[in-house]
């Protein structure tokens, strides 16, 4: 563990929160990820899910809490969502098309910023919509940097095959053609959180017609530039 402050188990309990920003885990994958001992981390991540830190879903794994999404409301902001609003728009207006930025929470990707299209034929995504892990190429950035548990998980019943994910990692983004929707193209480059992990995806979306079938080519640069100048935000103290 590096940033080690001294006090075991404070250490080991950000180890483990730290785990989870890439979503939820089982017992073997926190001891995997974290190097902890599996009876001191089954301690300590039932102690988190007893101060709320933590929860299980439904599959008995372990993920972030509701008491982190309170404790971050709390200090008035989301340093994701505050850096996002001016990335998304300068995306916006450099391709003209609508942009997000998608979280994943357990086997959903969610909006949490979004800068649509002002005017003609636009993908209208609100801000808290929630969307499929298995399709369209927000879903594919946020599979494509999982440990081989989740990645194997992930892609059951997806769109998209280990192929294509392979390709996004090789490249650094991804695209999608109808996958989520009919007609509709996408674009999308990972942001990373202060510790490396991917943590949520930029993307832009549209009509295929204005897109076209290789929308990458068109627009992979300043996707990845917008994913790029938000992670340099989410380091910043």
């Not at 909006?111 to 808290?128: F, H, M, N, Q, Y």
Request: proline share 5%; hydrophobic share 40%; glycine share 10%.
């Amino acid at each position: 563990m590096s940033h080690v402050s001294g006090v075991g188990v404070v250490d080991k309990s950000v180890a483990i929160l730290n785990a989870l920003e890439a979503g939820p885990a089982s017992l073997a994958e926190l001891v995997t990820s974290t190097g902890i001992a599996r009876p001191t981390a089954h301690r300590i991540a039932q102690a988190l899910v007893h101060h709320r830190l933590a929860a299980k879903d439904l599959q008995g794994r372990f993920m972030l809490g509701p008491r982190l999404v309170e404790l971050s409301a709390a200090t008035g902001e989301d340093r994701l969502t505050t850096a996002a609003g001016p990335i998304l728009i300068g995306l916006r207006d450099a391709t003209g098309e609508s942009s997000q930025v998608f979280r994943r929470q357990g086997d959903f990707r969610v909006c949490v910023a979004s800068a649509e299209r002002p005017v003609g034929l636009r993908d209208t995504i609100p801000v808290g919509t929630k969307l499929s892990m298995k399709a369209g190429s927000a879903a594919q950035v946020l599979l494509a940097w999982e440990d081989h548990g989740r990645l194997l998980d992930g892609l059951t019943n997806a769109r998209f095959t280990p192929t294509i994910l392979s390709a996004v990692r090789r490249r650094g983004w991804a695209q999608s053609l109808g996958e989520r929707e009919p007609g509709v193209s996408s674009v999308s480059a990972p942001v990373r959180g202060p510790s490396g992990r991917v943590v949520a995806a930029v993307s832009i979306s549209g009509p295929i017609e204005r897109l076209t079938r290789q929308p990458g080519r068109l627009y992979s640069e300043v996707v990845v530039q917008a994913a790029n100048a938000l992670s340099d935000a989410l380091k910043e103290r």
